[in-house]
């Protein structure tokens, strides 16, 4: 079943480079707030799943429910609007990191500087050489490190320095801390198989009402 098969169509107006207005038929997803509440009335028992490396969304249907056709459902129990809520295989996280920090090596070195600084063509730069740039030139600045209380709570760097020992949690490089960031989405949930038959009824129905 194609998740979007059945959703209302809207008008969405939108202005141009010219401020002239036009005007798009797109689906509207906003259904999909209703559709999980009537899959919590059917269930409210979820299943944990773990995602192994290279795994896709339709994998997992097949693998759970015997089909592709409910690759949706997966998305959907899951709160999944895009690709970087899925979690991200070894190769594909590689290459985020190092378009996001500009190296691997950057990524996963230890330092005490709170910051790392890159201009508008994302090249890095040194902190110093940033203050130098116009607004126009600057771009993004990054965490150079995550730092976190013995709690587990997550502080600004300049905060944890002010922290005596006893209240000092772990320290994590950008890419231990992304890399925990993409595991953490690996433990999905999903419903009964036993139960598609009402949900696929729920489904429909809630687009003929």
């Not at 429910?65 to 409910?70: A, F, P, S, V």
């Not at 595991?183 to 139960?195: C, P, S």
Request: charged share 20%.
């Amino acid at each position: 079943m194609n998740f979007f098969q059945h959703h209302p169509q809207v008008l969405y107006k939108f202005a141009n480079s010219a401020s002239q207005f036009n005007t798009l038929v797109i689906t509207d997803i906003t259904t999909r707030a209703e559709i999980m509440q009537r899959i919590q009335q059917i269930t409210n028992i979820y299943y944990d799943y773990i995602v192994a490396d290279y795994e896709r969304p339709d994998t997992v249907a097949v693998s759970v429910y015997g089909h592709t056709r409910y690759t949706w459902l997966i998305l959907l129990l899951n709160n999944m609007f895009g690709l970087y809520d899925w979690p991200l295989n070894y190769d594909a996280f590689q290459r985020y990191i190092t378009a996001k920090y500009g190296s691997l090596e950057r990524a996963q070195t230890i330092t005490t500087d709170a910051e790392y600084y890159f201009d508008a063509s994302h090249t890095y730069v040194t902190a110093a050489t940033y203050a130098t740039l116009t607004p126009a030139e600057r771009g993004v600045s990054l965490p150079a490190r995550y730092c976190f209380t013995t709690a587990g709570a997550p502080i600004d760097s300049a905060t944890y320095e002010t922290l005596t020992s006893a209240e000092k949690g772990i320290v994590q490089t950008p890419y231990e801390y992304e890399h925990d960031q993409n595991e953490q989405k690996r433990r999905i949930k999903f419903v009964n198989g036993r139960l598609l038959p009402a949900i696929d009824r729920e489904y429909r129905k809630l687009f003929r009402d």
